[in-house]
């Protein structure tokens, strides 16, 4: 069986959609990437950019993803967005689900992957919004542990990581509905005041490492050298590709 997975990557700004754009181009719309072999599997991932609002005149998908804080507020930034579409009932139970599975908070670098909705009457459907389609899932992703600026640093590589590792792990577990679309807005890049290549970048390199399988320095490190330089090199990435000095 093929699980194809396609990330809708999208976002309100200027800047980040062009970066998007051009980390993202060899693996844009069409392109058939990111052959995995796993218990016979194969896993084509894919991406599409688009610029606007999250919800109105977005594409559909199964799962959209939240740049969360470690408790699960949400309560500012695109997580307000949020919780006024889907209401308060999903905060309450991603609290619930952090409480009892992750010992109070998400760490940056993990995801939590819940239900949108515990009750299906409680789905309100708009047919502007993501093509009319029910988003199933929420993928509760940290950025940040509190609400801080976090320019200078890795969080939206690790962030990413994380949604790519979850479905991943959700899409594996026979018991669920298979999550074959993603909606992502930008991570880190709102009050993490992260700059949009920077955050295009790290996303792109997460993807590299962890669903190209693109990891042999990653994974078989044979000194801390290597991901020394690559965290450097995420952390500190400009505009021009280069990093700053």
Same mark, same amino acid.
């Given at each position: 069986?093929?699980?194809?997975?396609?990330?809708?990557?999208?976002?309100?700004?200027?800047?980040?959609?062009?970066?998007?754009?051009?980390?993202?181009?060899?693996?844009?719309?069409?392109?058939?990437?990111?052959?995995?072999?796993?218990?016979?599997?194969?896993?084509?991932?894919?991406?599409?950019?688009?610029?606007?609002?999250?919800?109105?005149?977005?594409?559909?998908?199964?799962?959209?993803?939240?740049?969360?804080?470690?408790?699960?507020?949400?309560?500012?930034?695109?997580?307000?967005?949020?919780?006024?579409?889907?209401?308060?009932?999903?905060?309450?139970?991603?609290?619930?689900?952090?409480?009892?599975?992750?010992?109070?908070?998400?760490? &940056?670098?993990?995801?939590?992957?819940?239900?949108?909705?515990?009750?299906?009457?409680?789905?309100?459907?708009?047919?502007?919004?993501?093509?009319?389609?029910?988003?199933?899932?929420?993928?509760?992703?940290?950025?940040?542990?509190?609400?801080?600026? &976090?320019?200078?640093?890795?969080?939206?590589?690790?962030?990413?990581?994380?949604?790519?590792?979850?479905? /991943?792990?959700?899409?594996?577990?026979?018991?669920?509905?298979?999550?074959?679309?993603?909606?992502?807005?930008?991570?880190?890049?709102?009050?993490?005041?992260?700059?949009?290549?920077?955050?295009?970048? /790290?996303?792109?390199?997460?993807?590299?490492?962890?669903?190209?399988?693109?990891?042999?320095?990653?994974?078989?490190?044979?000194?801390?050298?290597?991901?020394?330089?690559?965290?450097?090199?995420?952390?500190?990435?400009?505009?021009?590709?280069?990093?700053?000095?």
């Amino acid at each position: 069986s093929s699980m194809s997975v396609i990330y809708k990557l999208r976002n309100r700004s200027g800047p980040l959609i062009g970066a998007w754009r051009k980390h993202f181009a060899q693996f844009g719309d069409r392109v058939q990437v990111g052959k995995m072999q796993k218990q016979g599997s194969m896993l084509h991932l894919k991406f599409q950019v688009s610029e606007g609002d999250i919800f109105e005149g977005a594409p559909a998908a199964d799962a959209i993803v939240s740049p969360a804080n470690s408790f699960g507020f949400m309560d500012g930034g695109i997580d307000m967005v949020y919780s006024r579409h889907f209401g308060w009932q999903m905060q309450t139970r991603l609290q619930e689900v952090i409480r009892r599975d992750y010992a109070g908070e998400i760490l &940056v670098g993990q995801a939590a992957v819940i239900p949108t909705y515990a009750d299906p009457r409680e789905v309100k459907l708009e047919p502007t919004q993501n093509e009319g389609k029910l988003i199933k899932w929420l993928i509760s992703a940290p950025t940040m542990r509190v609400p801080l600026e &976090v320019p200078v640093s890795v969080n939206a590589f690790l962030a990413f990581r994380a949604v790519i590792i979850a479905v /991943q792990k959700h899409n594996e577990d026979e018991s669920k509905e298979k999550i074959s679309s993603v909606l992502c807005p930008g991570l880190a890049t709102a009050v993490g005041r992260m700059p949009a290549e920077r955050c295009a970048f /790290q996303m792109f390199e997460a993807f590299r490492i962890h669903d190209l399988k693109d990891n042999e320095e990653y994974m078989q490190a044979k000194s801390l050298s290597a991901p020394w330089d690559h965290h450097m090199m995420m952390e500190e990435y400009k505009e021009d590709g280069s990093e700053e000095m």
